[in-house]
């Protein structure tokens, strides 16, 4: 995990990879919280025996069930002890190349953008690369946005 204490060690980062994460097993359990979660039951995600002989030969994961443990991933990999709050602001782009199948395990990368000043303060822009597990496409790459407040 790196650490990052100060904007001007944020400032250095910036164009590095700053890590991987370890592998995270994705469970058919974890599906259908999220689908609870959410209401999105359809049956690609939570129906076992028809996803069987649908196109991916058995469940996937919800696209935005993978852009959610992005958070999860972050933990592993980032510690930004910096001055002030830190806010989620939002993602300038988000694309599921791959769809997650059920007992597939994922791991994510992440790399700083960019960091620049805003009114309230600095804005971090990081990319994540979610890979599955002897795939040749990702799961999900997007672009997050963090407002980290003086």
């Not at 025996?49 to 852009?67: C, K, M, S, V």
């Amino acid at each position: 995990m790196r650490v990052f204490t100060t904007f001007e060690e944020l400032a250095g980062a910036v164009g590095e990879d700053i890590g991987t994460t370890d592998w995270l097993e994705v469970t058919q359990d974890r599906v259908d919280a999220f689908a609870e979660a959410t209401g999105d039951h359809q049956w690609i995600h939570v129906d076992v025996e028809r996803a069987t002989a649908g196109p991916f030969g058995g469940t996937i994961a919800h696209g935005y069930l993978t852009l959610s443990l992005i958070p999860h991933f972050n933990a592993e990999l980032i510690a930004l002890e910096t001055p002030g709050a830190r806010l989620n602001y939002g993602a300038n782009k988000v694309r599921f190349p791959s769809p997650v199948k059920v007992g597939s395990r994922i791991r994510a990368t992440a790399t700083f953008l960019s960091l620049t000043d805003v009114p309230t303060g600095k804005q971090l822009v990081t990319r994540y690369t979610v890979e599955i597990e002897g795939h040749p496409k990702p799961a999900c790459v997007a672009e997050t946005v963090a407002l980290l407040l003086p």
